[in-house]
């Protein structure tokens, strides 16, 4: 595989069960380097499209390349060059932070130096001590740990946050941006759109089993879904709201006509706004997951 072709590439990828259809035909490229961002609601297909580019379950039609292979036929040699950080882990916990590295580290042929992956996941104090005894930011830092320790050229990240304190997300997003800087591809899922936003180069939007949008953050969805609101109340209290591609000249025109106005703000549709207008809140329930 060349630095110039995609990490991953996938082409009308299609998943069926009997009559039920998982995946209708989802194309999308992630780039060398890039964290790319795999959206939608719960049902609509990524557990599907991810679990198929893991090579943990087969496709039923059209074609899948990771790191240049087929994850359908791949072997051994294939999968150590993944990182994969699951939902839920499973861990007993009986064992030290270091423990575990060192045993996971065992199944790589060019693993990290194990003190260095505990010391970039900010738990060299905690490499003595039990995984059951861990906070559940720390276990999570535990989990990127075993995901990263094979010097991965790809990192799958399921729901990575889920459960976070909002301190403890933060932090996990700084190790994820560290990762990038070193060249880590990353392929993410989440719910937390404000997560998206801050990681993710690009992002593709599944609903229903369909990609309906793809692109950088500040590209998906429909134009008119990102224009501003200006909002105001009147001298009688009533609320008045105008969307325009030009707030500065509605807020001018305001002033020069009312002078000062109560409650005025400027509001720009968030990702969660241009998220939320574009699956249109129903999804076809995923069979995979359901049988997960």
Do not use: C
């Not at 209708?24 to 557990?47: H, M, Q, Y």
């Amino acid at each position: 595989m060349t630095s110039t072709e995609p990490v991953v590439s996938v082409r009308d990828l299609r998943k069926t069960y009997g009559a039920f259809t998982a995946l209708g035909g989802v194309s999308f490229d992630i780039e060398r380097g890039e964290t790319f961002a795999l959206l939608g609601p719960n049902g609509a297909g990524k557990s599907t499209t991810i679990e198929i580019l893991e090579g943990y379950r087969n496709r039923s039609g059209g074609d899948a390349t990771v790191l240049g292979v087929d994850p359908q036929t791949a072997g051994v040699e294939w999968k150590a060059r993944l990182g994969i950080v699951l939902q839920s882990t499973g861990e007993s916990g009986n064992v030290t932070v270091r423990e575990q590295l060192a045993h996971f580290a065992g199944f790589y042929p060019h693993p990290r130096d194990v003190d260095e992956v505990i010391s970039a996941v900010g738990l060299t104090d905690k490499s003595r001590t039990r995984i059951k005894a861990l906070s559940g930011g720390q276990r999570r830092r535990v989990d990127v740990a075993l995901g990263v320790i094979g010097r991965p050229e790809l990192l799958f990240l399921d729901e990575p946050t889920t459960g976070f304190d909002p301190e403890a997300r933060r932090e996990f997003w700084e190790l994820i941006r560290e990762l990038k800087r070193e060249g880590t591809t990353i392929l993410l899922t989440t719910h937390y759109l404000d997560e998206a936003a801050q990681l993710s180069d690009r992002a593709a939007v599944i609903s229903g089993g369909l990609l309906i949008d793809i692109g950088r953050l500040d590209e998906i969805g429909h134009p008119d879904a990102r224009i501003p609101a200006v909002r105001w109340r009147d001298a009688a209290g009533v609320r008045h709201e105008e969307r325009t591609t030009e707030p500065a000249g509605v807020v001018a025109a305001l002033y020069a006509t009312h002078g000062e106005v109560m409650g005025l703000e400027v509001v720009r549709p968030s990702l969660e706004d241009v998220y939320l207008q574009l699956v249109g809140g129903s999804a076809a329930p995923d069979l995979a997951e359901e049988l997960s």
